[in-house]
Every structure is written in C-alpha cells, then in structure tokens.
C-alpha cells in the first residue's frame, strides 16, 4: 500500500488565487513528520513546510499553509495567492519513526504539477 | 538550512560505463541520503550512507548496480555502474541533522543521460 497518496496529478489556478494541493499519508506510527516540497524545472527539491504529528497547530509558512487533520490523515498544502513563480511540482512526503530515533529518509508521494497562470 | 553541493550537475553517458556522483555536506548533516527520480516520476531511495561501512540498501537495489561510499561525516558518493538507459534519471544526495522532526535538504542533483 502506499505511504503518501496525491490523488491529482495536475492542477491550474490562476495568479492569485488560492489552491489547495491534497495528500493522504498511511502510518501506523505515533510520530511521524510530514513535509511538502518544490520541484522547479530546475530539478532542485525546495523545502516548503513541516508538520510534526504531534503538532496542535497547522504549520504555517509565508503563504504556504498545511491543513493536517489527524483522523483523516490528511496532510493538505494550501497556496494563498498564487504567483507564476509558483508553477511547479510539489511532492508531499513523510518521515515515520519514534521522535527520539535518528532521522530515517523520507518517503514520497508521486506529486502534482501545478500551473499558475495571468 | 544545510547546505548541500553536488557535482557533476548533469552527464551524458555511454552504455555499459560507470558515473561516480560526488556529495558534500556541511558539518550540521549527520544522515545522508542518495535518492533517484526517474523521468516524470516522484523521488525513490536508493540508500542511507553511512559513515565508514556500507550503506543501508532499500528494495530493489543492489550495491554491485550503486555502490556508495562515505569516508567521512560530509562526503559521499554514488556510482552508477554498467549503465543503461533506464538509468537515465536525476540522481539527488540528501541530509539531515538525525532527528525525525528534522527538515531534509537535497541537493541539486545530478541529471544523467545514458546513450
């Protein structure tokens, strides 16, 4: 089964709006991380947010939010605004393990592209 | 944020030949990661370097196809040995501090074309 699910492959939003790009993560671990990425064309992996499962709060970062909700296992990245430099893929991706272990890799989902336009 | 340099940036090689893909870290990173993207698709691991012994291989590869070195805390490197074209993809080396809360950082990557 799938680790991290992103069910859209591709998603267009005009310059500033807001959009919502999904993610679905499966872990039977207690604590975990979840991170969102992004891919310009340039092929450098560029990190955007994080959220510890044990955060209360949803992450927030400039214009990039993520809306985690636990019991869904949903880890949604929200783009306020959006800006043409915007246009990239972005992957989500999680880190499972006990919070004191050494950081193991972290898995990735497939990814969506996502197109911003004038 | 670590900072993670990689070289060569991009190759184009010859069937049946080997890449040695060079690493450097700065000293916040203790793990080291090699990833591959294969065309259009997302990031797999291919291992976790580890300092002075071999690395940790996942599922589907094999240290004779990608051995990887790390000599020290701050460097490794990766070979794609007896290449073909379905090696053709960009090959990433990642870090982290070693905590699980702990961002992890790429590198730039390194895009091989296997003729």
């Known amino acids: 089964a799938q680790k991290i699910t992103q069910t859209q492959p591709g998603m267009f939003v005009q310059e500033k709006e807001a959009v919502t790009l999904d993610c679905t993560y499966d872990t039977s671990d207690q604590s975990y991380g979840l991170f969102w990425y992004k891919q310009p064309s340039s092929g450098e992996m560029i990190f955007l947010i994080y959220?510890?499962?044990?955060?209360?709060q949803n992450a927030t970062e400039g214009r990039y939010s993520l809306n985690f909700q636990k019991a869904r296992k949903s880890a949604n990245l929200v783009i306020s605004a959006s800006q043409l430099g915007d246009s990239a893929m972005y992957f989500c991706?999680?880190?499972?393990?006990?919070?004191?272990?050494?950081?193991?890799?972290?898995?990735f989902g497939k990814g969506t592209t996502l197109s911003v336009s004038s | 944020s670590a900072v993670i340099s990689q070289k060569p940036s991009r190759d184009i090689c010859q069937r049946g030949t080997s890449l040695t893909i060079q690493c450097q870290v700065d000293?916040?990173?203790?793990?080291m990661f090699w990833y591959r993207q294969q065309p259009g698709q997302s990031l797999t691991l291919i291992a976790t370097a580890n300092q002075g012994s071999e690395a940790t291989y996942e599922s589907g590869f094999v240290i004779d196809k990608f051995p990887i070195s790390r000599p020290n805390l701050t460097f490794s490197t990766l070979t794609v040995s007896n290449m073909s074209p379905e090696d053709s993809s960009i090959y990433l080396c990642?870090?982290?501090?070693?905590?699980?809360?702990?961002?992890?950082?790429f590198g730039p990557g390194t895009r091989l074309t296997v003729l």
């Open positions: 990642s870090g982290c501090r070693g905590l699980s809360t702990d961002t992890q950082y």
């Open positions: 959220q510890g499962s044990y955060d209360e």
């Open positions: 991706a999680m880190r499972e393990g006990n919070r004191n272990q050494a950081g193991t890799a972290l898995i």
């Open positions: 000293s916040q990173v203790t793990m």
